[in-house]
């Protein structure tokens, strides 16, 4: 079991680059969510699915695109980078019954140039 | 990683010790309180919940304190060890919303 995956580990973008992060459960979850981590904050929801087909917004979707064709898989689109959006991301999934225990991946460290 | 956690306060503890780590809450309607722990590098792992409801939850070498009175959440360590150096955040859920709200985290840091 891979549990949450999340591709790539690092990446660099020059401002106003466009990139997908990359997140795939095989727990057959119904939730999925995207977090973003400061330095000194918590974790700050940006976008979470509460199945295919469905999405909605947390605390800071600025700048940020979701969708959910599948269960398995729930990418989140950067459209026009922004030194802003420097930061370590996190995807998190759990079953829908149980939305407090959620299973996260191992982030991905964006930096925006 | 790394960079996570430069401003965030620390408590040092001796290898042995227990440990307290606390949380004040916002929400007075949050259902369910969660403790997660950090390593460097890795993605928040689940510790232990608790419902609004309980006060005290216990599990392997953890236990979870809830004072709804206070909005005041504690994890303890029992007889802390190296490998539970981490950062631990606590989340809330507000009732009836799919997401959790995260405190800022702690680094417990466990000396030997």
């Known amino acids: 079991n891979a549990g949450v995956t999340q591709t790539p580990k690092f990446q660099v973008l020059k401002t106003g680059q466009s990139m997908t992060l990359q997140c795939a459960q095989d727990?057959?979850?119904?939730?999925m969510s995207w977090y973003r981590q400061d330095p000194g904050m918590g974790l700050r929801l940006i976008h979470y699915?509460?199945?295919?087909?469905?999405?909605d917004q947390g605390e800071v979707p600025n700048g940020y695109n979701v969708s959910r064709s599948t269960t398995e898989d729930f990418p989140l689109r950067l459209l026009s980078a922004a030194p802003s959006q420097t930061s370590v991301y996190f995807c998190a999934s759990s079953y829908a019954d149980r939305v407090y225990g959620y299973t996260f991946g191992s982030g991905t460290r964006l930096t925006v140039v | 990683g790394e960079s996570v956690g430069l401003h965030l306060p620390t408590l040092s503890v001796q290898e042995g010790d227990n440990s307290i780590i606390n949380c004040a809450y916002s929400?007075?309607?949050?259902?369910?309180f969660i403790w997660y722990k950090q390593e460097s590098g890795k993605g928040p792992q689940f510790i232990i919940d608790i419902r609004s409801n309980m006060d005290k939850r216990q599990g392997q070498r953890v236990t979870v304190l809830l004072n709804k009175t206070v909005k005041h959440l504690s994890l303890q360590i029992a007889a802390t060890q190296p490998g539970d150096s981490a950062v631990y955040f606590c989340?809330?859920?507000?009732?009836?919303?799919?997401?959790?709200?995260f405190g800022a985290g702690t680094r417990l840091a466990v000396h030997p």
């Open positions: 989340a809330e859920r507000p009732g009836g919303y799919n997401k959790l709200i």
């Open positions: 727990m057959n979850h119904e939730y």
């Open positions: 929400n007075s309607a949050s259902d369910y």
């Open positions: 699915s509460v199945g295919a087909g469905i999405t």
